[in-house]
């Protein structure tokens, strides 16, 4: 029987990722259904707010240190949390399915025989044993799968597991200083889109689409994405029109989201494009054709001209927000 | 240098999914089957660099009889050699990568490339765990890419933004959208590529660490209100955000 579980806390510029408290908690939860306790790891260098950790249930973190590691390096990552996993006997290893999760967690299946499930959006118990859900063909369908092997990891959709309301219990935080961490790849440089959040990590998503008609149009998206502190985000269409860049494409071949809100402007909604935005909690649709099959997943819709919709919604919101 | 570019066969984005008998996986009947969408580039990706720094480059593939077609697809476009690992049995990421990474060693290929993730299981980790298994670096989501002699400078995207990664030969590239325009098959191309050879080999046997339980289609979503069709259902567009679904 499983009993031990580690969180993996992914940190970026020393800001502790959100999902990571989705993770942490997690973690913590299955321990307490699997009798048993809940660690965490996290890798960098000085990094804020580590005790904290314990407001999702961990009582330790265990933070491996070293100015080089400030960066993701997939290498020394994988090395170090490989050895921590087996030397200490853990079972589980829990990540959050984000850039760094996704190519680190795979790698340290490998080092370390685990099986791996990725992206679970469910976790159900069979006699003590776990049996997780899984989109496929991009949420078309899901799978109930279980691991067979001994060692376990799982990433987490992010926005899906609710950390929870924080307690106030500080986790203990044991720093082990890495003299070589030995990187065999390297960040050389992080370019980062200013000021932009990530469709993938949003809370509130606002996309538009083609009946936007021209990019320059897109500047009414942005304006109501920054009123509501909301990821822009783009169809299929725009974004091989040349309209938007790739990273906003949400749906099959671009990014599969979860946010709470998502607000669909000028978006028919092919399948294609359903199949990533489906999940979300809530979804605004805003398109001129009654038929779109955007209104089937949409649970308030205007069938109305953005054109017209939009400035006006961006100016009621404006009122609400203050 | 030997290239290799590993490419699945999996049904077309617009497919709808019917669920098949067994109730875990879906039913292959009416769906049409195309090469995975980011293996395109990632085809793309090896014949620029071929055409830059020479070499050879092979196809691999691990699937069934049908799968024929997507690495014809490969070869059209300008691959020279093909294998099909021919299995037509359920495989886990683990799995396929197992088989994947003994014959990029029997290849001797020391640059791979392979889509980002391949769009039926989404899993996005083939490409990490051949690495691994090989022993060979790897950058994944690549979205730009520079060889120079055993140096490669590459672009992989993250949350809000890029990492600029340095790294060195022999590695594993996922290539993601952007990273390239794929170039269409020439009629010579498509010509040429009935007449090459694929190679059929077993795959190694390598045992899946997961197992399938059940497929189910998501919980069907209620049919929402539509409030009106004009700037005048706005405010209760807005009343409805705030006090029924509390999201804003």
Known sequence: MANKILAFIEQRSGQIKKSSFEAAKLASSLAEKLNGIAEAITIGNEIQDLPKIGNYGIQKVTHYINKELENYSASAYRNITAKHFTENNFDILIFANTALGKDLAPRVAVKTEAGIAMDCVEFNYNNQEIVVTRPVYAGKSLIDIKITSDKKIFTLRPNVFAAGTPSNNNAEVIQINVDNPNLADRVIELKKAEGKLDVAEADIIVSGGRGLKAPENFKMVEDLAAVLGAATGASRAVVDAGWRPHSEQVGQTGKTVSPSLYIALGISGAIQHLAGMRSSKYIVAINKDKDAPIFQVADYGIVGDVFDVVPALIEELKKVKG | ?248
């Open chain 2, 1 to 248: 240098m030997k290239i290799a570019v590993c490419v699945s066969h999996v049904p077309d984005t617009a497919t709808k999914i019917v669920i098949g008998p067994d109730g875990k996986s879906i039913d292959p009947n009416g769906v049409t089957y195309v090469i995975n969408p980011y293996d395109e580039f990632a085809i793309e990706e090896a014949l620029k660099v071929k055409e830059k720094l020479g070499g050879e480059t092979v196809v691999i593939t691990l699937g069934g009889e049908a799968s024929k077609e997507t690495i014809r697809k490969s070869l059209a476009m300008g691959i020279d050699n093909a294998v099909l690992l021919k299995d037509e049995n359920f495989r886990d990421s683990f799995s396929v990568a197992s088989a994947l990474a003994a014959e990029i060693k029997n290849q001797n290929a020391e640059l791979v490339f392979m889509g980002k993730q391949s769009v039926d299981y989404d899993n996005s980790i083939v490409g990490q765990m051949t690495a691994e298994i090989l022993g060979y670096n790897c950058v994944s989501v690549v979205v730009d890419l520079k060889i120079e002699g055993n140096k490669i400078i590459a672009e992989r995207e993250i949350e809000g933004g890029k990492e600029v990664i340095e790294t060195t030969l022999p590695a594993v590239i996922t290539a993601q959208k952007g990273l390239n325009e794929p170039r269409y098959a020439s009629l010579k191309g498509i010509m040429a590529a009935k007449k090459k050879n694929i190679e059929e080999k077993q795959p190694v046997a390598a045992n899946n660490k997961l197992e399938i339980l059940a497929m189910k289609k998501p919980a069907p979503k209620q049919p929402g209100k539509i409030i009106g069709t004009d700037a005048s259902a706005v405010p209760e567009l807005v009343r409805l955000l705030k006090e029924e679904a509390k999201v804003i």
